[in-house]
């Protein structure tokens, strides 16, 4: 497949393995640039930008092939030295960063300069155009079905897509709820350039954490995921465990909840710690509903290679067989 992401990015095949923290480590990123989509290693996942560095410099001895690195800025307990890591992926020499949270104007010039590409992943359509405005190369469309932060808008894909289509002039990603052939020719087929997928990526034999997870994530449904939060008005969307049942009935207790109130069941140790041990009720994980479609631990090439196949056997064959000749 050719779309303007392909060509943009240089890659192959027009699938992105979206920033993860704890996940988004060399061996994946890696491993889905080898598979002939954009691998991307986590900035804020390494504890230091020298350690960033690192990394990206382990991803380049695993592949030859282009991969990128997230950054998300967001505000946070213990501040984070973001111009660092910033200059750290300057160095690095990588040329793609996906930029997530805040507004990643503060950063483009020094990206620009050193002819980085910048895709920008947010939850809104005035969030895609101020970010088309502001000089991104290209956007990542998440709508509410995705892992992690879906905003407070709570619009789905169905709806985003469509709008990104007729309001962007770069090329956009669809993200948030993809997962197969069928997912990714229906991206396109509502405009977008290509898909951007998160939670499908951690149930590969190359996703860096236990196999305990990978199973519950096999075994759960589309009902399996919970959203925390809310009445911070931080959404995220989670794997519903023990831990996120009691995060959601305490903050929907009357009265106003402190974050101090569930800050013991949420810290990102735990999650870290659950991804290393496969204690499944030690923390939170980010999971998005397209758990429901997963039901295999493929590689990563092999899932690339069997999502691009089903989606030009449906583009090819099922909807040109719906055109009467
Ligand atoms: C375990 C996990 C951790 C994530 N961490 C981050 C992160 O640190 N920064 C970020 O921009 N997005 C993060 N995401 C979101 C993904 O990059 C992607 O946008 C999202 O997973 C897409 O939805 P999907 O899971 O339905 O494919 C995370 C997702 C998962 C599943």
Redesign the pocket.
Known sequence: MKTRITELLGIEHPIVQ????W?GLAELASAVSNGGGLGIV?G?TQPTPKDLLTEIERCQSMTDKPFGV?L?ILPTIKPVPYDDYAQAIVDSGVKIV?T??RNPEPYLAMFKEAGIKVIH?CTSIRHALKAEKIGCDAV?V?GF????HPGEDDVTNLILLPLAARRLKIPFLA?????DGRGLAAALAMGADGI?????F?VTKEAPIHDNVKQRMIEATELDTALIYRSFRNTARVFKNSVAEQVVEIESRPGEVKFEDIQPLVQGVKGRELFDGGDLDKGI??????VGLIDDNPSCEELITRIVAEAEDIISNRLRGMISQ
């Open positions: 979206g920033g993860m923290q996940v986590t804020l997230n998300t996906e997530a949270g992943k990542s998440d079905e995705c892992a992690g993200s948030g709820g993809l997962g951007n997928m998160g939670t499908r951690m994980w980010s999971a998005g509903m397209i």
